[in-house]
């Protein structure tokens, strides 16, 4: 069965600073992954994803991910953290094909100190 | 484009009481998922619809929970009776059938049981 790990459940940055969240995955070939973030009281949004090809990704808000295949990862960057940025972050993994379900990590929360 | 709508945000209900949930996806998306989201976890696939049909309910608690999508639109989903563990926040999302897409997910509706 498919699972995410993430490892880091809480996260602190300084404004400006940069910033990865980690996150693995386990599943026997190249699943699509995807990040999404959710702000207080509201639902989950979809920072980017990846089903091929390229394997750094750029999403919205300044995030990118990366793909690699050979530590089963798909970590998510940002260069400069805003305060804006302070939310909780869910990767997340799909098979591909057909009508498989998404399965989400247990999330890492972001807090953004000035 | 409207988003995934969902009613009520709120509710609060005592153990053994019924409550029901309503959504409604993007127009177009053929698939419909509910995730329960329990404070400090990731959300978990609850129930996934493809057009009126249920694709994937493993993790349905059948004997409280049950969920509807009748036309194959809008969807419902019912606790019968509460328990207090079910305090979660029930997220909708929608997608289109295709495989290389992504869900979108609705504002949600944080249950409280006392």
């Known amino acids: 069965a498919q699972s995410v790990t993430q490892p880091d459940i809480h996260i602190t940055v300084s404004e400006g600073a940069s910033l990865e969240l980690r996150c693995n995955y386990s599943?026997?070939?190249?699943?699509?992954l995807f990040w999404y973030v959710q702000s207080p009281g509201q639902g989950l949004q979809l920072l980017l994803k990846?089903?091929?090809?390229?394997?750094l990704v750029q999403g919205i808000k300044g995030f990118e991910a990366e793909f690699k295949r050979s530590q089963s990862s798909f970590n998510l960057r940002k260069p400069s953290v805003h305060w804006s940025d302070a939310a909780e972050y869910f990767c997340?993994?799909?098979?591909?094909?057909?009508?498989?379900?998404?399965?989400f990590g247990t999330g890492t929360k972001l807090q953004v100190i000035p | 484009e409207a988003g995934v709508a969902q009613s009520p945000r709120y509710k609060i209900i005592e153990k053994r009481q019924s409550v029901a949930f309503w959504c409604n996806p993007i127009?177009?998306?053929?698939?419909l998922y509910w995730y329960q989201q329990i404070l400090g976890q990731g959300p978990k696939l609850l129930i996934q619809?493809?057009?009126?049909?249920?694709?994937?309910d493993s993790q349905l608690p059948k004997d409280r929970f049950s969920a509807e999508r009748l036309k194959g639109v809008d969807s419902t989903l019912k606790i019968q009776p509460a328990k207090l563990e079910d305090s979660a926040v029930y997220l909708c999302?929608?997608?289109?059938?295709?495989?290389?897409?992504?869900?979108?997910f609705g504002q949600g509706t944080r249950l409280t049981v006392v």
């Open positions: 999302a929608s997608s289109f059938s295709r495989a290389n897409t992504e869900a979108f």
């Open positions: 599943y026997g070939a190249t699943p699509y």
């Open positions: 990846y089903f091929s090809g390229d394997t």
């Open positions: 997340a993994v799909r098979n591909p094909g057909g009508y498989q379900k998404v399965t």
């Open positions: 127009s177009g998306h053929a698939t």
């Open positions: 619809f493809q057009n009126n049909g249920v694709v994937d």
